[in-house]
């Protein structure tokens, strides 16, 4: 069946480094999503992987590893405003290229 | 550029009611999605169409239609109403919907009474 896991829940500290990790297990892949979503709003695109490695964008990474079903966020220099859910997202080309979505990780950030 | 645009943006129903949202995606897009958002949970895909046509449905039931229009703006129908309806409704639009990211509305906060 179709499966993405993500922690439900981090905490991390104004400044710091946190990585966010998502495993799936889809019957295709075609990417894999990142998208924000702060409380009471609509997900925000963050990063597209489509090949192994990291790809970097500001004081965001992401990671892929096709072979592993793996992939991490990574944000560094922590801000305040980070503060949100981060949901991971796997476009299936076994399903007419639907995203396929985790249940998101809510990332709290303490001063 | 005007991104994707919906409404209402908050509506309230009560059970057995119908419902339409409304969606206008990105000038240029011609695919519009359709998620449903429970809170704590990821979006659960309903719909999408690309070029008036249906692409694809998700596992939701018959009282759940939707249609695009010419311009590609789409609507979401939601007959009979049930408590387990209630939910943020997300309007994505991409290119076409295959191989591109897609970008989202701001969302309808659906609540059923």
């Known amino acids: 069946?179709?499966?993405?896991?993500?922690?439900?829940?981090?905490?991390?500290?104004?400044?710091?480094?946190?990585?966010?990790?998502?495993?799936?297990?889809?019957?295709?892949?075609?990417?894999?999503?990142?998208?924000?979503?702060?409380?009471?709003?609509?997900?925000?695109?963050?990063?597209?992987?489509?090949?192994?490695?990291?790809?970097?964008?500001?004081?965001?990474?992401?990671?892929?590893?096709?072979?592993k079903g793996y992939s991490y966020l990574l944000l560094k220099e922590l801000q305040m405003k980070d503060s949100a859910s981060y949901l991971c997202a796997v476009r299936d080309d076994g399903s007419n290229y639907q995203l396929i979505w985790g249940a998101g990780t809510k990332l709290i950030i303490k001063p | 550029d005007a991104g994707v645009t919906q409404s209402p943006t908050h509506l309230i129903k009560t059970r057995g009611q119908q419902v339409t949202l409304r969606c206008s995606p990105i000038s240029g897009h011609k695919s519009v999605s359709w998620y449903?958002?429970?809170?704590?949970?990821?979006?659960?895909?309903?719909f999408q169409y690309y070029e008036k046509e249906e692409r694809g449905r998700g596992n939701f039931p018959d009282r759940f239609s939707a249609r695009q229009f010419p311009n590609y703006s789409s609507e979401l129908n939601v007959n009979a109403l049930l408590l387990g309806d209630s939910a943020l409704y997300l309007?994505?639009?991409?290119?076409t919907?295959?191989?591109?990211?897609?970008?989202?509305?701001?969302?309808?906060r659906l609540t059923v009474l």
């Open chain 2, 36 to 46: 449903q958002q429970v809170l704590g949970q990821g979006p659960q895909f309903i």
């Open chain 1, 1 to 67: 069946g179709q499966n993405i896991d993500q922690p439900t829940e981090m905490t991390a500290t104004e400044g710091a480094i946190v990585q966010i990790n998502c495993t799936y297990q889809t019957s295709g892949f075609n990417g894999l999503f990142w998208y924000q979503q702060h409380a009471g709003e609509a997900p925000t695109f963050l990063s597209y992987n489509v090949l192994d490695g990291l790809e970097e964008k500001g004081r965001f990474s992401s990671f892929l590893s096709r072979s």
């Open chain 2, 97 to 108: 919907g295959v191989k591109d990211t897609q970008y989202f509305g701001p969302g309808t």
């Open chain 2, 91 to 95: 309007c994505a639009s991409s290119l």
